[in-house]
Structures are given as C-alpha cells and as structure tokens.
C-alpha cells in the first residue's frame, strides 16, 4: 500500500543523513529517543526534522527546519521544547507552529512514510492541519 501523496515521482525523496548515507530506518528509531527531533536531508536537499514518537515509529510529517522569517536553519531545543532560531529569535512549538516573532508562518511540512526501510519524504499538498489552510509553500 501506497499513500497516493508519495507515490514517486520527483515529490518524493529519500532522507539521507549529513554524510549522504541514506536513513535506514530501523536502527534510526532503535537509535533515538523518543520525542526526538534530528535533522536529515528532505526534499530539495532542505534539512528537515524527523520526529520520532512514543511508539518508537515516526510522526506521519517531518518539519523542514528553513526558518520562514529569513532562512536560517532552526535548531530543535528539547529544554524548551520549541524551535528556536537563532537569526532573530522566532519561536516555533513541538508542531512547527509560531509561538513567537518575526517568523510569519509556520515550518513547512513533508509527508514521512517507511518503505523497504527506507524514509520516504514525500510533498505535503493537503490543507496544513495546523492552520487548517492550504500549506502555504505550494
Ligand atoms: Fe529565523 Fe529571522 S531567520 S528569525
């Protein structure tokens, strides 16, 4: 079975750590801790957050970490449990929503999906389920 929003085509790609080894799948999720948010390379190389969940399984989105004020790669504090960016301060929760300014919306969301133990990160076309509009980066 195959979601139709990642089915292939070149909205879809292969997450790959910083070395350009692709992500296997399970000993990432073996590896890391629950609630974990780490980087790996998504669509259109941007680094983008993969978020493991309780359940040791991933979270069915992954958050492209471009800061949408001006850029910046936005670090994940797991102290704060927010985004925070260290350009001009902008704030995003565990969700990517913006908690506080200048950033004007919220980090971009990519599908996450595991085939053949490999993450597949795939274009988020729907509605954002966070603002209950369309994403506003398509
Ligand atoms: Fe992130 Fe300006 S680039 S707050």
Same mark, same amino acid.
């Given at each position: 079975?195959?979601?139709?929003?990642?089915?292939?085509? #070149?909205?879809?790609?292969?997450?790959?750590?910083?070395?350009?080894?692709?992500?296997?799948?399970?000993?990432?999720?073996?590896?890391?801790?629950?609630?974990?948010? #780490?980087?790996?390379?998504? =669509?259109?190389?941007?680094?983008?957050? =993969?978020?493991?969940?309780?359940?040791?399984?991933?979270?069915?989105? &992954?958050?492209?970490?471009?800061?949408?004020?001006?850029?910046?790669?936005?670090?994940? #504090?797991?102290?704060?449990?927010?985004?925070?960016?260290?350009?001009? &301060? #902008?704030?995003?929760?565990?969700?990517?929503?913006?908690?506080?300014?200048?950033?004007? +919306? !919220? =980090?971009? +969301?990519?599908?996450?999906?595991?085939?053949?133990?490999?993450?597949?990160?795939?274009?988020?076309?729907?509605?954002?389920?966070?603002? &209950?509009? !369309? &994403?506003?980066?398509?």
């Amino acid at each position: 079975f195959m979601p139709p929003s990642v089915a292939g085509g #070149s909205n879809c790609v292969t997450a790959r750590d910083k070395k350009g080894i692709e992500v296997d799948a399970k000993k990432y999720l073996e590896e890391k801790p629950e609630g974990d948010r #780490s980087l790996v390379e998504g =669509l259109k190389g941007d680094a983008t957050y =993969l978020i493991v969940k309780d359940d040791k399984t991933f979270q069915s989105y &992954g958050l492209n970490a471009i800061c949408t004020h001006l850029g910046c790669v936005v670090p994940w #504090s797991e102290a704060n449990n927010k985004f925070i960016c260290p350009c001009h &301060g #902008s704030q995003y929760d565990e969700e990517g929503s913006v908690v506080r300014g200048p950033a004007p +919306l !919220p =980090l971009a +969301l990519a599908h996450v999906d595991v085939q053949d133990n490999k993450v597949r990160l795939g274009l988020w076309s729907e509605v954002d389920f966070r603002t &209950g509009e !369309p &994403g506003w980066w398509n």
